[in-house]
């Protein structure tokens, strides 16, 4: 009788240990929500109504990350007409950055977007990684690990801004591209990115990211029809070191407005929170149901036994 | 003493001069103290150093438009009034003085940490150029080309891939539109 109701016991505490466990877990994953950022983290604030599409930044980050020679010169301008699939230039395997131009309804200007990753403060790229490739440093780059790299590409189908590419001519040994903030040459060393130092409008503006909110908000306070008010990355996928300033709406210059305004991490967390739980626990909690729900019979079965000899 | 009563009748006529013709002039600088062109070649690197019609633009803008509040004739913009204000001439009228050359290097980005600092988005040298520049010959119809203005250096056509380092196989205007070509 005593070995019986131990047993049971036992399943009761499990269970209770479960659950409380599942409580906790849910705690610690939604304090950890909140991180918003490195305080020191580096930013950029991208001003639209400066740039004039000179492509200045595309050549920039082409020779301080030793990309490849481009199909055309980066003073043609006709790349602007480039389609492909119906959608305008994207950064690829050969480029970090690309700058577009937008036709914008009631301008009587094009606008030019510069487009390059958005070191989110809390990367769905580096949450989406199993194998921890991708840093978010304290100076506010995303950086990726290739050594590490497997090449699933979950990453790219993570990012909601679609920045990292696949290398796919060297397949077999993976390699994801984007663009890493000059980390290795530059940022490291408390330096602006290449394309930030090439810009002639200052189209780009470095700075502490806490302090080019400051500055892009100033802008906007202080012309206050010049923008859209609002600044598009402030908040976007849960903040992002690289923001973007707009006179036209930032849907009409290919700035996706769905975009969450928390990190994508937070969609999944509860999710990847129960996992270990199911991969712990699970297995012990149905091997004992199994054994006690087959144990009277199990029982039933010596008793017939014990009878049978007797 | 009649040397020294001429003298000072002479002050008494230069100031009441001074006097009468401050209000018009404001005491500022005109167009005829300004060079008549400037070579800006502080950053010429990718591209030769402009030489600068100093002579040509004077007429076309004020000299506020261009120098704010440092030449004396009152700023632009009322809302840099509010502190500079005066007709004074400012210490320099050179861009380089205010502007600086290097905007996010270490000694700027650590000024932006001083909470005094009114002016947190003074462009450097180089976007203080282009930004007027630019944004005037817009307005005006002005040319806006890169090489309008500059000369493209040998450094630059190596960085932008252009002049003597032209892709191999590039042909103008054969880029990959949907309509020509189905895949790149």
Known sequence: ?310 | MQPGKKMLQAAWALALGVMLLAPACGLAMDADDAPESVEIDSLAKLYEPVEFDHAAHVVMADCSDCHHHTTGTGPASPNCARCHDGVEEGESVSCSDCHAAEPFGRENLEEMENPEIFHIDKPGLKGAYHLNCVGCHQELDGPTGCQDCHTMAEAGEKMFNTGKFVPADYKPGAGHHDAEKKHE
């Open chain 1, 1 to 310: 009788m005593n070995k019986q109701l131990s047993r049971r016991g036992f399943i009761k505490g499990g269970l209770a240990g479960t659950v409380a466990a599942t409580v906790l877990k849910d705690k610690e994953t939604l304090a950890s929500g909140s991180f918003e950022g490195y305080p020191d983290s580096m930013g950029v604030v991208v001003d639209l109504t400066r740039c004039v599409g000179c492509r200045s930044c595309e050549a920039a980050c082409n020779k301080e990350q030793g990309l490849p020679e481009p199909p055309e010169p980066f003073d043609d301008f006709s790349v602007f007409d480039h389609l492909h699939h119906g959608q305008k230039r994207r950064t690829d395997e050969t480029r970090y950055t690309v700058v577009n131009r937008y036709e914008v309804p009631g301008l009587d200007h094009p606008l030019f977007r510069k487009k390059q990753c958005f070191h989110c403060n809390e990367p769905a790229c580096l949450t989406s990684c199993f194998v921890n490739a991708y840093t978010k440093t304290p100076e506010g780059a995303v950086i990726y690990n290739q050594k590490v790299c497997v090449g699933c590409r979950t990453c790219m189908i993570a990012c909601p801004f679609y920045i990292p590419t696949f290398k796919y001519s060297s397949a077999f040994k993976p390699q994801v591209m984007k663009c890493i903030f000059c980390y290795d040459t530059r940022l490291k060393e408390g330096k602006a990115p290449a394309c930030v130092d090439a810009c002639p409008q200052e189209a780009l503006t470095f700075g502490k990211r806490s302090d080019m909110l400051e500055v892009a908000k100033q802008r906007i306070r202080l012309e206050p029809g010049k923008y859209v008010d609002h600044v598009y990355g402030e908040h976007e996928a849960g903040g992002t070191s690289w923001m973007y300033l707009s006179p036209a709406p930032f849907d009409q210059v290919g700035l996706s407005t769905n975009v969450p305004k928390e990190p994508v991490l937070n969609y999944v967390k509860g999710f990847l929170a129960i996992v270990p739980m199911v991969l712990t626990i699970w297995p012990a909690l149905f091997a004992g149901f199994h054994l006690l729900s087959t144990r009277k019979d199990r029982i039933k079965q010596i008793q017939n036994d014990e009878n049978q000899e007797g």
